[in-house]
């Protein structure tokens, strides 16, 4: 299940590339996992790492923690263990660092399809920031590799 995309570095850590999803709303760990799965599979076809806003911003606490506020100081990982199919030691979400210098934003769902063309035909590092909330774009954008998976159901996550 899942391989590396062709042209990709074979080790994902040396990626410098970065798919930066913003402004995709609240809500709870299973609907976050669907999103860092399909959109970390977009990701990894581009041979980039898969960023999102902290967990604090993107849980709807109050219905999904037993009421009690996610702390800003916890990053996905205390939540999320997810790597390749192809290199399972290898963290699929980014760390905040630096971004690359070319930058291109996608600030509504109907741009992603376009804008994923332009960015897998450019060369060299990029930062793709897409503002469109996933579940309105993740239809429109179809990707043959399965690289982004969880410890939880194999190839899926």
Do not use: M
């Amino acid at each position: 299940c899942g391989s590396r995309p062709k042209g990709c570095a074979s080790e994902p850590s040396r990626w410098e590339s970065v798919v930066r999803l913003e402004a995709q709303g609240q809500a709870g760990l299973l609907d976050r996992v669907s999103t860092i799965t399909h959109a970390g599979n977009v990701a990894a076809s581009l041979c980039a790492k898969l960023s999102l806003e902290p967990p604090c911003r993107l849980f709807a606490a109050a219905r999904h923690n037993y009421g009690e506020p996610v702390r800003c100081g916890e990053g996905w990982s205390r939540y999320v263990n997810a790597s390749y199919s192809f290199a399972p030691e290898s963290a699929a979400l980014a760390d905040e660092g630096a971004r690359p210098a070319r930058r291109v934003v996608s600030e509504t769902s109907s741009r992603v399809a376009a804008d994923y063309a332009v960015v897998k035909a450019s060369e060299g590092p990029f930062e793709w920031v897409i503002r469109g909330k996933y579940h309105e774009w993740k239809r429109d954008l179809v990707i043959d590799d399965v690289s982004v998976r969880s410890g939880q159901e194999g190839c899926e996550y």
